[in-house]
T-cell receptor, first 112, second 114 residues
Framework: GESVGLHLPTLSVQEGDNSIINCAYSNSASDYFIWYKQESGKGPQFIIDIRSNMDKRQGQRVTVLLNKTVKHLSLQIAATQPGDSAVYFC???????????FGQGTRLTINP | GAGVSQSPSNKVTEKGKDVELRCDPI?????LYWYRQSLGQGLEFLIY????????KSGLPSDRFSAERTGGSVSTLTIQRTQQEDSAVYLC????????????FGPGTRLLVL
């Protein structure tokens, strides 16, 4: 659901390590999911998406995993770099709904 | 092509003043969204426009907030009689009407009410 009034959870990892950011989505009928990255002072930017007929999708250094049984979405970032430091949001929608529902976001910090 | 643009990028105003925030969506995108993001927090949905349909205003926090979209393109979010708690980043996004729902965000307007 909407992430109003909550302070963001944080995750710190060492540069070069892999990171996993988790998201519990709210609607079991949702069939499309997106991960966004928001760097400081900027708007959210699309990273990767996945449809509900898939359970895994890979991009460049990023992998999204979808577990519909427990309504769980995760974003894996391989070999993290300083530029990966940002807030990451998951979003869900139902085809035809035309409006995304955003998760609360996770702040990822990459330590040198 | 050009992305979503917003203006001004920063706005400082005094409590009680009205402000107008502008959003230019991606050309051809018929859906437009406004969100509010307070410092260190997530995205709060405000309002959604889709073509000529009546807007979804379910997220507007009070009647001091209103938005319009002229000619199916540019949108203006107006906050009347601003309060200090209105200080936040206001984000605009647009998407294709028949697309997946993937939203493309602008850089936001940072509003500070003194």
């Amino acid at each position: 659901g909407e992430s109003v009034g909550l302070h963001l959870p944080t995750l710190s990892v060492q540069e070069g390590d892999n990171s996993i950011i988790n998201c519990a989505y709210s609607n079991s009928a949702s069939d499309y999911f997106i991960w966004y990255k928001q760097e400081s002072g900027k708007g959210p930017q699309f990273i990767i998406d996945i449809r509900s007929n898939m359970d895994k999708r890979q991009g460049q250094r990023v992998t999204v995993l979808l577990n519909k049984t427990v309504k769980h979405l995760s974003l894996q970032i391989a070999a993290t770099q300083p530029g990966d430091s940002a807030v990451y949001f998951c979003a869900e929608t139902l085809q035809g709904a035309q409006k995304l529902v955003f998760g609360q976001g996770t702040r990822l910090t990459i330590n040198p | 092509g050009a992305g979503v643009s917003q203006s001004p990028s920063n706005k400082v105003t005094e409590k009680g003043k009205d402000v107008e925030l502008r959003c230019d969506p991606i050309s051809g995108h018929t859906a437009l969204y406004w969100y509010r993001q307070s410092l260190g927090q997530g995205l709060e949905f405000l309002i959604y426009f889709q073509g000529n349909s009546a807007p979804d205003k379910s997220g507007l926090p009070s009647d001091r907030f209103s938005a319009e979209r002229t000619g199916g393109s540019v949108s203006t979010l107006t906050i009347q009689r601003t309060q200090q708690e209105d200080s936040a980043v206001y984000l605009c996004a647009s998407s294709l009407a028949t697309g997946t729902g993937k939203e493309y965000f602008g850089p936001g307007t940072r509003l500070l009410v003194l």
